[in-house]
């Protein structure tokens, strides 16, 4: 076994999968590899298959970015060598600046009063952090420390959130949690003392930071920390036996996806959370594309009533981010043309049209001059048409300009590029 340190950021984070910064370290004949890439192929290895190997992207999910801004404001709460410290509103700053980076869609919130409902208890969960750990704040070792260490095959990333050194080459180990306060068990923690205690960059880091060279590293002691609730679940440092039964499963998981074993086990619970449902053969309940195109007809009028139910929030909530995107290329386009994305083109067109407000107004209008029939029965291209048109009377045009808005209407028509 040996050991390297690439001191890249990225994947597994403080709060779980994060998005690499950068494309996964390739090395010859190793297997690049996470505690989170593990846990996803174990909950199922067609998932795993999606996401990793062809690269399918999932939707931003709320609670991740959620973690993630509580995560951005701890580590800049903790990235001092020295106090004074940064004030709990120093902090609650740095979350909101984090928070502000994204829209609501982006964040993976379905409603813009749901993320500002989390955007306060991020902030009331922070000053409480604060409060709580006010009387014992102390510059850690490290934050947000992230190696890449190759063992036995593999080269394997741990992020660690945090971790204090107590003297002679031994540390604490603390891993954040913002989501349920749910028991969890030490494995992702295993994983940190395993790949800590290979990592030769940390030595280095030690002699760096106190001036003393160690011939060894020791994970005494490690920790989740449910940020929610202030509460300290604290391991012992794992036994040799304990380490080795946990390697035995990072190597068979890792044997099999070097197998291309990636048959789906399907269950209500990963299948429910799962964004691959729709390409998914093996999806728990059946098929969703075949089942709602063409529901079997012993099917329950309860259950369609909730199916119809999660479709429609699901359109409108694509189409709440269609909206806000083609809004964006209407404003960067300017006035129109053809544009080029990775796997797109646009073609942006823009063309003036009238909007009609006060419906009843532009009817008295119409009988007024008695041009109603002209107007195509009231419709929009009828009195489009009908302002447009030379022989209507000044009067005439001055009473349904009253009533009309000049706008711009934006067509957006996209292709994909041949082989992407
Ligand atoms: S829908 Fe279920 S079985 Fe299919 S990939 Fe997702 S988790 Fe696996």
């Known amino acids: 076994m040996k050991g390297k340190n690439n001191g890249s950021a990225g994947e597994q984070g403080l709060f779980g999968e994060l998005a690499p910064a950068a494309p996964a370290p390739r090395k010859d004949g190793l297997l690049f590899f996470s505690y989170s890439r593990m846990s996803l192929y174990e909950e199922c290895p067609l998932k795993y298959k999606f996401k990793y190997i062809d690269k399918i992207k999932e939707e931003p999910k709320y609670y991740f970015a959620f973690g993630s801004a509580i995560h951005k404001a701890l580590e800049f709460l903790y990235s001092v060598k020295a106090p004074p410290f940064p004030t709990a509103e120093e902090v609650c700053e740095a979350f909101r600046a984090e928070w502000g980076l994204k829209s609501y869609l982006e964040k993976g919130y379905r409603t813009q009063q749901k993320a500002d409902d989390d955007y306060q208890k991020g902030l009331l969960m922070l000053r409480a952090y604060y409060e709580h750990n006010r009387a014992v704040l102390k510059p850690p070792f490290l934050v947000e420390y992230s190696t890449d260490v190759e063992v036995d095959g593999l080269l394997v990333r741990a992020i660690s959130d945090r971790i204090d050194y107590l003297g002679d080459g031994r540390m604490l180990v603390t891993d954040y949690k913002t989501g349920k306060d749910v028991r969890r068990e030490p494995a992702q923690l295993y994983m940190y003392q395993k790949i800590m205690e290979l990592d030769p960059a940390i030595k280095e880091r030690i002699a760096e930071n106190y001036g003393r060279r160690v011939s060894s590293v020791k994970i005494e002691k490690m920790l989740y920390y449910h940020v929610p609730s202030n509460k300290e679940y604290p391991f012992d440092r794992a036994s040799d036996a304990e380490i080795g039964s946990f390697w035995e499963r990072v190597l068979g998981v890792a044997e099999s996806i070097k197998g291309l074993k990636f048959g789906a086990t399907p269950g209500e619970r990963q299948c429910k959370w799962c964004d691959y449902k729709h390409l998914c053969p093996d999806y728990f309940g059946g098929h969703p594309g075949r089942a709602e195109a063409a529901p079997a007809s ?75 029939q002209r107007a195509l029965n009231v419709t929009v291209a009828g009195l489009s048409g009908l302002l447009d048109s030379p022989d209507l009377s000044e009067e005439a045009r001055r009473g349904l300009l009253e009533h009309a808005v000049r706008k711009t209407a934006v067509d957006i028509k996209v292709v994909r590029k041949p082989g992407t």
């Open 298 to 372: 012993s099917e329950r009028i309860e259950a369609l009533v909730d199916r119809y139910g999660r479709l429609k929030e699901k359109m409108d909530e694509i189409k709440a981010q269609l909206d806000e995107v083609a809004a964006g290329i209407a404003r960067a386009a300017k006035s129109g043309g053809e544009y080029e994305g990775e796997s797109f083109t646009a073609q942006v067109t823009k063309s003036p049209r009238w909007e009609f407000r006060d419906r009843e107004a532009v009817l008295g209008v119409l009988n007024r001059f008695d041009i109603y």
